[in-house]
């Protein structure tokens, strides 16, 4: 039997959670700033943190399968920025 006062029960569901948790870093980004001073600063850290943000985030399967569609999408993007 374990005593009651070595176990610790989480009752939230977003304690563990690190996409809840992962607006934590803009939170403190902005305080620092007191807010963006443009909006061409904004929108450059915003693109840098959302792209972070997707390469980090947690997948529910490893291999996770990508649809013909969105890969389609994706190579088309690639061109357009190309050009």
Known sequence: MTPRLLTERRNSAYKNNSLEQDHRGLK???RCMRG?????????????????RNHLRLRSRHN????????RAAAALVILQSA
Not at 64 to 71: G, T
Request: glycine fraction near 8%; proline fraction near 0%.
């Open 64 to 71: 996770q399968h990508v649809s013909a569609d969105r890969r």
């Open 28 to 30: 403190g980004r902005i």
């Open 36 to 52: 963006f001073k443009s909006f061409a600063s904004a929108e450059r850290f915003c693109r840098g943190y959302n792209e972070l």
